[in-house]
Nanobody, 133 residues
Framework: QVQLRESGGGSVQAGGSLRLSCAES???????????MGWFRQVPGKEREGVAT???????TYADSVKGRFTISKDNAKRILYLQMDSLKPEDTAMYYC????????????????????????WGQGTQVTVSS
């Protein structure tokens, strides 16, 4: 069983930065490096949307709304996924979740706009990001 735990959320003013972390723990061995990992966000009343993904080979994909401002990365040895968020805007305010794809070596896909949450079967509890103007 895989558990994901996000941290690093908080309240910042527009233009500020935050770095989210997502630590994985698992009962039994899993090859952390083999999985597509992603960051998603959700605001009340709206569907959860993809923000950024990173494939097992390190390929990254971003939503158009965050391109150039957010950076996804991971440390396979520490089993931690990161999301560096710079130049934050009030519209970035949301609950942010990390997730792991259900299949090893499956591609995340290269179009976040059409990405769905169904392929992801392990989720964290979320961390709130609030950006004030």
């Amino acid at each position: 069983q895989v558990q994901l735990r996000e941290s690093g959320g908080g309240s910042v003013q527009a233009g500020g930065s935050l770095r989210l972390s997502c630590a994985e723990s698992a009962s039994g061995y899993t090859d952390y490096s083999a999985y597509c990992m992603g960051w998603f966000r959700q605001v009340p009343g709206k569907e959860r949307e993809g923000v950024a993904t990173i494939d097992h080979d390190g390929t990254t994909t971003y939503a158009d709304s965050v391109k150039g401002r957010f950076t996804i990365s991971k440390d396979n040895a520490k089993r931690i996924l990161y999301l560096q968020m710079d130049s934050l805007k009030p519209e970035d305010t949301a609950m942010y979740y990390c997730a792991r794809h259900r299949y090893p070596y499956a591609t995340c896909g290269n179009n976040i706009a059409t990405m769905t949450i169904q392929p992801y079967n392990s989720w964290g509890q979320g961390t709130q990001v609030t950006v004030s103007s």
